[in-house]
Structure formats: structure tokens, C-alpha cells
């Protein structure tokens, strides 16, 4: 088994910043993509920002020139470091990666539990 277990969310002012990390942990062989999405209240989760795992980054329209994605392949860990943060921006962070869990099997996707971002103005 897999977990993906986020944290650095939290209420915060518009104009402010956050950073959000997300810890993979169990049985790893390798991991690919990673990745953040975001669920606004009363809408579908979407995808914030991704990474490789050489470290090529894409981003929403939404987060460009805000956001920077990271990650940490000693740790298995990726980051998302958010700033001029503006009430759009709350809702759900989730925390995706692709798996290998052993040398032989394929790839799967988790999912972290999520983590609360709110932005008040």
C-alpha cells in the first residue's frame, strides 16, 4: 500500500503565501508524475500544477507566475509553494502521484486525503 499524506494548508490573507508538502510513503519502487489539484467548493477538482520526476513543471492558467511546484525524490515528497494567494484559490488541495510499487508491477495513481487552503480577503 501507498500513502500520500499532505499538510501546510491553512487560512491565510489574500496577498499571502503558503506551502503545501505531500509525503508518499509505503511500498515504493519508483515514482513518476506528481502532482496538486484543487477543489473549489461546488466544483470539480482540477489540476494545479504537476511534475515530472526530472523535475518538469506545468501549471494551470490560473496558478502561472504564483505558484512553484517541487519535489524531493530522496523524500518522495513534493511541494507547492503558493504566493499572492486570492480567494479563488481556496478549496481542497490533493496531493496525486503515479506509482511503481515494485520493479515488475505498473503504475498506479493515488490520492492524498486532502488539505484545507482558505483565502479571505
Known amino acids: 500500500q501507498v500513502q500520500l499524506v499532505e499538510s501546510g494548508g491553512g487560512l491565510v490573507q489574500a496577498g499571502g503565501s503558503l506551502r503545501l508538502s505531500c509525503a508518499a510513503s509505503g511500498s515504493i519502487f519508483s515514482i513518476n508524475a506528481m502532482g496538486w489539484y484543487r477543489q473549489a467548493p461546488g466544483k470539480q477538482r482540477e489540476l494545479d500544477a504537476a511534475?515530472?520526476?526530472?523535475?518538469?513543471?506545468n501549471y494551470a492558467d490560473s496558478g502561472k507566475g504564483r505558484s512553484a511546484i517541487s519535489r524531493d525524490n530522496a523524500k518522495n515528497t513534493v511541494y507547492l509553494q503558493m504566493n499572492s494567494l486570492k480567494p479563488e484559490d481556496t478549496g481542497v488541495y490533493y496531493c496525486n502521484a503515479w506509482v511503481r510499487p515494485t520493479r515488475r508491477s505498473q503504475e498506479f495513481r493515488y490520492w492524498g486525503q486532502g488539505t484545507q487552503v482558505t483565502v479571505s480577503s
Open positions: 511534475i515530472t520526476s526530472i523535475g518538469v513543471a
